[in-house]
């Protein structure tokens, strides 16, 4: 409490509270250690021991939770503190905190055990009421240190952040670590199909995610830049190939080249011979059969930074096949040759993994060229050397489970010590994707038949359409959102239907909702000028939320988000931070008409619902970002 601060402290926290913006903060030079020890004193609450694991300075609940773990352990020694902590869960239906009795295997019926904590209760300023149900103990929290400390807390640390930059909801579990991530991956000359769009949104939701709890992640596309499909393009090129139509849009002409000269070859079979010389030359480095290779590559990748840029993803960096030198291949081969793993079947190299009901694997071909197996062994050799991760992650489709299997299982066998380091992220598939006219792929199509269905239905209120700044960036950003809510909705390993009703719907849990809800949130300070600016938060009485239960739904999915963040990273599973989202959305939605501001004679009462409100805007942003979503302030 604030008893047990200093007089000079004292005046650091009053000059703290004070300031709103972290513009002074960034102008000076600041303890951050310092600064986050006053934040946390800054919290009313009574102080209480520290648990392992535990940051009540940057998820407030996990005070609250180390409270009903003291009284729970005061109560049934020998039962450590720790030990009672891990037994508090989220309770269900209207249940803040339950705790499962059984679950310590102590000696007594739960009911007796029970009824130890319960004896001489009295609520204080973490518990209100302690439920008997059973073998289960139901912890209600104190409603207005609840709503005051989750309300303080997001605000210091999106307005007073130690960083200066807005962090609440993050953590820094993950500091002195290095992630390499490698996703999105497409194949040069091929659509950027859904597979790849599906590995690009997941992918940037982990890369973010990672980032939020600490890590130093170094993202890789490592793009389809290599292979027999190269001496195909090749041979086309020279029969169907155009400068100007490359310039234009260099993945799509050579895509349309690799068709129209696949299909040659389904009745000229001189196409693929043709093709397997080009490609063993440059296999062979030979300079004239790499010179138009290189210049495809990089007007490829310019048009891929292009889309990425739409998306809202980024790459740190842009990596392929190609650039897996031949040595870290002969390396790896060397190595399997040396430890006996390696068997020749006609000319061809290759590893039996029958043992661990994982087939053949081949490592490289009759005529000598690689296959992508044996560059994805020599491509996880080279990272090694050049970033020593602490994990690797590559966020690849199910269809290439045993693909991912082979390729983890032989770098166990050659004995690295860092191969259980590298971990799949898999997914299912994306059904019946295409434009609403069922013609072909390109992820650009989608992304332009999304934006121009928003932009219509936009176009039907012509007052807001007109306060828009840039109404086709905002028509372009709902309709993104709308791709990549449908997408991480569910589990990732779930295969999903692409449904442009439903994915494009104001309706139901879609993304234009959820687009709609930070909006609305937004709106609340342009409509309420007379409350802008708020005093700071010392000043804000708050006690009349705590008789609105909209308020405390709010306040408590508010306290949560540290904890949403944090269980996906166990799971790897964005459609946690999107129910999450969802369920912050509704909660907000249904308090719109009891916690009304604009009209609320009682300026104490509108200023506390505003706060609440602006909270509730700067979380639920927050979340969308981590799904590399772009919240809107106008639509």
């Not at 030979?286 to 490829?300: F, G, K, T, Y």
């Not at 004995?415 to 799949?424: G, I, S, T, Y």
């Not at 059904?431 to 199509?445: E, H, I, N, P």
């Not at 359409?465 to 372009?476: K, L, Q, S």
Request: glycine residues 6%; proline residues 4%; neutral net charge.
């Amino acid at each position: 409490s604030q008893n047990l601060i200093d007089p000079k402290a004292r005046k650091v926290v009053a000059f703290l509270r004070l300031i709103r913006t972290t513009t002074i903060l960034r102008r000076f030079p600041v303890n951050h250690t310092y600064v986050r020890r006053l934040t946390t004193m800054v919290s009313s609450l009574p102080s209480l021991p520290s648990v392992p694991g535990t940051d009540p300075s940057s998820c407030i609940l996990d005070a609250f939770r180390t409270a009903i773990a003291k009284r729970v352990s005061d109560a049934l020694p020998p039962l450590t503190l720790e030990q009672a902590y891990t037994g508090v869960d989220y309770g269900k239906k209207g249940v803040d905190f339950t705790v499962a009795l059984p679950r310590f295997r102590l000696p007594g019926k739960p009911d007796e055990l029970a009824k130890k904590i319960l004896t001489d209760f009295q609520p204080d300023d973490f518990v209100s009421t302690i439920t008997h149900d059973k073998q289960f103990l139901h912890f209600q929290l104190n409603t207005a240190s609840l709503i005051r400390e989750v309300l303080n807390q997001i605000h210091t640390l999106t307005y007073d952040s130690p960083t200066g930059k807005p962090s609440y909801g993050t953590n820094t579990s993950g500091a002195g670590k290095k992630l390499v991530i490698e996703y999105s991956s497409p194949n040069i000359a091929k659509s950027f199909h859904v597979g790849h769009l599906r590995s690009t949104i997941i992918g940037a939701f982990l890369d973010n995610l990672y980032k939020a709890c600490g890590w130093e992640v170094i993202s890789l596309n490592y793009l389809g830049d290599w292979g027999t499909q190269f001496g195909m393009i090749t041979t086309g090129y020279e029969k169907y190939g155009s400068q100007e139509e490359l310039e234009k849009d260099a993945i799509k002409h050579l895509y349309d080249v690799y068709v129209k000269v696949s299909k040659d070859a389904e009745t000229d079979p001189n196409v693929k011979v043709e093709a397997a010389k080009w490609f063993k030359r440059m296999e062979d480095g030979d300079e004239s059969a790499l010179a138009n290779w290189r210049v495809w590559r990089e007007m490829s990748v310019k048009k891929y930074i292009e889309e990425y840029e739409r998306l809202n993803v980024s790459f740190n960096v842009y990596t392929g096949e190609s650039e897996v030198g031949k040595e870290w291949q002969d390396r790896a081969l060397e190595r399997l040759e040396t430890m006996g793993l390696i068997s020749d079947a006609n000319g061809a190299k290759l590893v039996d993994l029958e043992k661990w009901k994982l087939g053949k694997a081949v490592l490289r071909k009759a005529d000598g060229t690689s296959i992508y197996l044996t560059r994805d062994i020599g491509g996880a050799i080279e990272r090694w050397e050049k970033y020593h991760f602490d994990k690797m992650i590559y966020v690849v489709a199910s269809q290439q489970d045993l693909h991912l299997s082979q390729f983890f299982k032989m770098l166990s066998l050659m004995e690295f010590p860092w191969a259980d380091r590298l971990e799949h992220v898999n997914y299912g598939l994306v059904l019946g994707m295409s434009t609403r006219k069922g013609t072909a792929v390109f992820l650009d199509q989608i992304v332009r038949e999304a934006s121009s269905v928003m932009h219509d239905q936009m176009k039907r209120n012509e007052e807001k359409y007109n306060n828009i700044e840039d109404p086709e960036m905002v028509a372009r950003e709902v309709g993104i959102t709308g791709i990549k809510i449908q997408d991480m909705a569910a589990k990732r390993i779930n295969n999903y239907t692409f449904n442009w009703d439903r994915m494009l719907s104001f309706e139901g849990d879609t993304g234009p909702y959820l687009q709609y809800a930070h909006v609305r949130l937004t709106s609340m300070e342009r409509k309420n000028p007379e409350l802008i600016p708020l005093p700071p938060p010392s000043q804000i009485d708050t006690s009349s939320l705590a008789s609105s239960q909209h308020a405390r739904d709010i306040a408590i999915l508010l306290g949560s988000y540290p904890d949403v963040v944090k269980t996906a990273l166990k799971t790897h599973e964005p459609s946690g931070v999107v129910t999450f989202a969802f369920r912050l959305a509704h909660a907000i939605s249904s308090a719109w008409e009891t916690l009304v501001v604009k009209g609320e004679e009682d300026k104490e009462k509108a200023r506390a619902r505003l706060w609440l409100y602006i909270c509730a805007r700067d979380v639920l942003g927050a979340s969308m970002r981590l799904l590399s979503i772009r919240p809107l302030e106008r639509m």
